[in-house]
């Protein structure tokens, strides 16, 4: 069966589209899918770090893209799991190394072999982001409950409809439940109010994302972490289960995403 | 979403409350490129060319500009004076 190509975005810098990326990667590859991840942040790679593959890199992207080698031959195989690789980024280069055609091209290549192709985007709205969202069949928006991330993801949505990619899904992540009770942070409704896309997922705030980051390993591949389930959590969502949120407060909270509670 | 709105009775607005009102605010001008002070204007001739025809509560006037579920709006809540309340001549 071919791959879905799944570009995750966000407009705004540092909300969390590599970590969710690496995590909803590792999730599908703990589920039995067949997932690359494609690192299309030329010249600021991270997703290699992310997943902690970065001695394994031999061959990049734009080694593939200028003929250096054949694109199996960049795949990093990430050996915790049967079939999880990481096509990196190069670091030396920037975003003009790449075209959004070559990426179009690079994807079309590697969907006859698997179930995923997740796409790391950078942030912005320059030539990284139009790369990345090129091969993209649908997209993931990544947001923060914050003033600054929901603008630009209001931003990057309009974007995303405007390249004619539909089913585009919001990602809520760094989430303080906490803070919402006291309200001091937009809560999932003001979000999905103001961006108006369907919710895929949410994921609270959580320290063990920077430990898992601090020894490259991804936060799915625990099953305890907060994080780590609701990423596992978006993962299911992805593969056509309807799982509930996560409980983050009373369901009074979440009028709007109620059809995401199983029948209760 | 006026601000006055989301006062609860001798509270200030939360944190969460402004930010959701300043960012709808910035969506309408980022998406419509309608500055705050056009926003003013608007609001100034609309009331103008209404009670130009009509006779209205000034005071009970509310217009304001809104961004849900990705579209931006300007709404305006116009009271207008019943017949018995109206004055002499135009």
């Known amino acids: 069966m071919a791959a879905r190509i799944i570009t995750i975005t966000s407009g705004k810098g540092g909300v969390g589209k590599t970590t969710a990326t690496a995590n909803i990667s590792v999730a599908l590859g703990m589920r039995g899918q067949r997932v690359v991840a494609v690192d299309a942040d030329i010249g600021l790679r991270n997703l290699d770090v992310v997943m902690g593959l970065e001695n394994r890199i031999v061959y990049d992207l734009v080694d593939v893209v200028e003929g250096r080698c054949r694109l199996r031959q960049a795949m990093v195989r990430d050996k915790r799991l049967p079939e999880l690789y990481l096509l990196p980024a190069a670091q030396t280069r920037d975003k003009t190394a790449v075209t959004p055609e070559q990426m179009v091209e690079v994807c079309e290549g590697l969907r006859p072999d698997f179930d995923f192709v997740l796409v790391d985007s950078p942030a912005g709205i320059e030539q990284g982001y139009r790369n990345a969202i090129a091969p993209a069949d649908e997209a993931i928006v990544v947001t923060t409950p914050e003033v600054s991330a929901v603008r630009d993801a209001d931003r990057i949505i309009g974007m995303i409809e405007a390249a004619e990619k539909e089913g585009t899904r919001l990602l809520i992540n760094r989430v303080r439940i906490d803070m919402i009770r006291r309200e001091d942070m937009l809560n999932i409704d003001d979000v999905l109010d103001i961006l108006a896309i369907e919710l895929l997922g949410i994921v609270p705030e959580d320290e063990e994302i920077i430990v898992a980051t601090n020894r490259g390993r991804p936060l799915a591949l625990e099953n305890h972490a907060r994080a780590g389930e609701a990423f596992s959590n978006i993962a299911r969502r992805l593969l056509g289960e309807d799982v509930p949120l996560i409980t983050l407060e009373k369901p009074s909270l979440f009028s709007r995403v109620k059809r995401f509670f199983a029948a209760s | ?90």
């Open chain 2, 1 to 90: 979403m006026r601000f006055l709105q989301v006062f609860r009775k001798s509270k200030s607005p939360s944190s969460r409350d402004v930010a959701k009102e300043r960012l709808q605010l910035v969506l309408v001008h980022d998406r419509t490129q309608i500055s705050p002070a056009l926003m003013q204007i608007l609001k100034d001739e609309i009331i103008a060319v209404i009670s130009k025809h009509v006779p209205i509560d000034r005071e009970a006037v509310d217009i304001s500009f809104t961004h849900s579920r990705r579209e931006s709006r300007l709404q305006a809540n116009i009271p207008l004076q019943p017949r018995s309340r109206q004055r002499a001549a135009r």
